[in-house]
């Protein structure tokens, strides 16, 4: 099952304060970005976070999922929990970087 766009709606109002925040939808699920660096991947209404040692203390008591199938095993964020989900989307974006433009096939 897809996301919904209500659903990411209120992921991105529940990180909003965190810089520029905009989605993108890839193969019916959604990348979240904030300052143009992917923060948050979105599948089936849940929220994933890579598992980054930076992460670990925060997100001790978080259940462990797949995104999709084949995927390693992602946090799963509880979007419900504005607070450690800024304080999470913060940390998230001051260590990813921009991703280097694709090189177009000609």
């Known amino acids: 099952m897809a ?7 209120y992921v991105c109002e529940q990180i909003a304060g965190t810089g520029e925040i905009r989605s993108r939808k890839m193969f019916g699920e959604y990348m979240v970005y904030v300052n143009d660096k992917p ?3 979105v599948c089936d209404n849940t929220v994933f ?3 980054l040692d930076c992460l670990a203390a925060e997100m001790k008591n ?5 995104p ?7 946090y799963i964020l509880d979007i419900d929990d ?3 989900s800024r304080k999470i989307v913060h940390t998230l974006e001051t260590i990813t970087p921009i991703p280097k433009p694709r090189k177009k096939k000609i």
């Open 39 to 41: 923060v948050l991947l």
């Open 49 to 51: 976070v890579k598992q």
């Open 3 to 9: 996301c919904t766009p209500d659903f990411i709606e």
């Open 82 to 84: 504005a607070t450690l």
């Open 62 to 66: 978080s259940a462990l999922g797949t």
């Open 68 to 74: 999709y199938p084949g995927a390693r095993p992602h």
